[in-house]
């Protein structure tokens, strides 16, 4: 692999795989929320919060994490203006502890915080304006979590940088991506250079997934999958990940390192490879490098489709999980390729109707269709060019996926959204 090629692919591993507290869309906001009470300079009387429908759709039902349990877009943006720290972005409210919940209570009932739905085609836009007497200040957040184009204060212009209304462009190097190259750059790559990020995500993402299946939370998927299917390593990777989304959609105040800007894809791409990897007795050298390609093919997936959308992101990293399983095993390009394929023509479809307890099941259901991708290839079946969606080979079904998961569910993400929601949820 060349050496800007090389270079490319750890700055991506490094740039994508941060940790987050929480579902990221609610942090988002409350990150935006920090930075504009820190523009102000002053605790705000009021807030204006302006967001995209798929913000709304994956704030609405999900717990906002250090918030002893609270949901909603005033209570994520009011933690971030009242409590969070806006230095520590996607962290912003990871330091709040108990006894500062009451500055949040009181803060909700004498601040006045309106919410309405922003009139850009942008799915992912955040914008926050605060006021306190005369003074103004106003955040927005468009295309990704931290992609912060805009700062004001008393309508002078601090930071202004362009953006599209459209879905955002992925900066040019995801598109270098392609699945040959993932699979030499995992088997030539320096572990020194991603073993930060990586022992990270195996650290934290276990560590969730953990409490996911000790605690109590949500639907208890991950429980529900042991109880009832056994301990089988198949079953235990489904459950794994699983248990990590109970926990983090529904309030555990534990760290994920996500994947596309996803905790709930970074859990996916990750914890039923560590699962192989403990069942297979792989090296840590084995396990760091086939995270290495469930993570790069997960983003690799995802590139095409964008940040939010009506597809459910989990497909993508049930596929990159898959991937990074058959590697494992010793799969190479063709194989991995195939399990790819065959994992995409098996769920791709799946609808993002939010962030919320259901997620777990989704996760569930997107690692069997990795591992039955695999499995496929492993006993001479796959699917072919011109059966449905998949087309002769790996970067044109992927390109093909990426299409319809993009253009051609926009109007279902839409309706997805009339029905969650309903005009009447916001003024």
């Known amino acids: 692999m060349n050496t800007a090629l090389y270079e490319t692919y750890v700055q991506i591993l490094h740039e994508e795989l941060v940790p987050a507290m929480g579902c990221t869309e609610p942090i988002a906001v409350a990150y935006a929320g920090a930075l504009a009470r ?12 302006t967001v995209s429908g798929n913000i709304i759709k994956n704030v609405k039902s999900v717990i906002v994490p250090h918030t002893g349990g609270r949901k909603g877009l005033p209570v994520a943006v009011a933690a971030g203006v009242r409590v969070g720290d806006a230095g520590a972005q996607l962290e912003v409210l990871a330091n709040v502890t108990e006894d500062q919940l009451p500055l949040l209570d009181e803060y909700l009932s004498a601040a006045e915080i309106t919410v309405s739905k922003s009139p850009l085609r942008c799915p992912f836009d955040i914008q926050v304006c605060v006021l306190a007497g005369g003074d ?3 955040v927005q957040i468009v295309g990704s979590h931290t992609n912060v184009v805009r700062i004001e204060k008393n309508g002078e212009v601090l930071l ?28 030539e790559v320096d572990l020194n250079d991603v073993r930060v990020p990586i022992a990270r995500q195996i650290e934290y993402n276990t560590a969730i997934a953990e409490a996911g299946l000790t605690g109590q939370y949500g639907a208890a998927i991950g429980k529900i999958l042991l109880d009832s299917y056994g301990d089988s390593v198949q079953n235990r990777a489904k459950a794994w990940a699983a248990a990590g989304s109970d926990a ?10 996500i994947n596309s800007g996803s905790g709930n894809q970074g859990m996916t791409a990750s914890l039923p490879v560590i699962v192989y990897a403990r069942e297979l007795k792989a090296s840590e050298e084995q396990l760091y490098r086939a995270l290495v390609v469930s993570n790069l093919v997960t983003i690799h997936l995802k590139t095409g489709i964008g940040s939010l959308s009506a597809y459910c992101g989990a497909t993508s990293a049930g596929a990159g999980a898959g991937a990074g399983i058959c590697y494992l095993y010793g799969g190479r390009y063709d194989e991995i390729a195939h399990t790819i394929v065959n994992a995409l023509a098996i769920n791709s479809g799946m609808l993002c109707d939010g962030a919320k307890a259901s997620c777990a099941a989704k996760i569930a259901s997107a690692v069997e269709a990795g591992l039955l991708g695999m499995q496929m290839y492993r006993h001479d079946s796959q699917f072919y060019g011109g059966d449905g969606i998949v087309v002769k080979g790996v970067e044109n079904t992927i390109r093909a996926v990426s299409s319809i998961a993009r253009d051609g569910m926009r109007e279902t993400d839409n309706e997805i959204i009339r029905l969650m929601i309903g005009e009447e949820t916001v003024k």
Do not use: H, Y
């Not at 820190?38 to 919060?49: A, C, D, N, Y």
């Open 38 to 49: 820190q523009t102000l300079g002053t605790l705000p009387e009021r807030i204006e919060l």
């Open 248 to 257: 983090r959609m529904n309030g555990c105040e534990k760290p994920v390192v």
């Open 136 to 138: 103004t200040a106003f």
């Open 160 to 187: 202004s940088k362009p953006f599209s209304e459209e879905a955002a462009q992925p900066p040019e190097s995801r598109r270098s991506l392609t699945v040959k190259d993932i699979i030499v750059f995992a088997d």
